[in-house]
């Protein structure tokens, strides 16, 4: 079996509980607070500021917070149009 990167590998443990992710030129772009919640812990997941959802585990909430800037990269209109807009 080969090793594979996981976005795990990107979390930084600031302090006890909180989690940040940057890219590689030091931008933050995701937090991951372990919260208690009623139905017990969970893993509060922002991307740039926004509560982007919640997860039972830090495994999914960092894929949580690596897909949404996975999907801010690149061009957001359709195939036609330019890029400058």
């Keep these: 079996m080969t090793a594979r990167w996981h976005p795990i590998f990107q979390a930084d443990e600031q ?4 989690w940040t ?3 590689t030129l030091g931008e933050q772009y ?3 607070e372990l919260r208690r919640t ?3 812990p969970r893993y509060r997941v922002q991307f ?3 509560v982007i959802g919640w997860a039972t585990s830090l495994k999914v909430a960092v ?3 690596n897909a949404a800037y996975v999907s801010s990269l690149g061009h957001k209109g359709g195939p036609n149009e330019p890029t400058g807009r």
């Design 30 to 32: 995701g937090l991951i």
């Design 21 to 23: 992710m940057a890219t």
């Design 15 to 18: 302090e006890p509980g909180k």
């Design 38 to 40: 009623e139905a017990g």
């Design 48 to 50: 740039r500021g926004d």
């Design 63 to 65: 894929e949580r917070a």
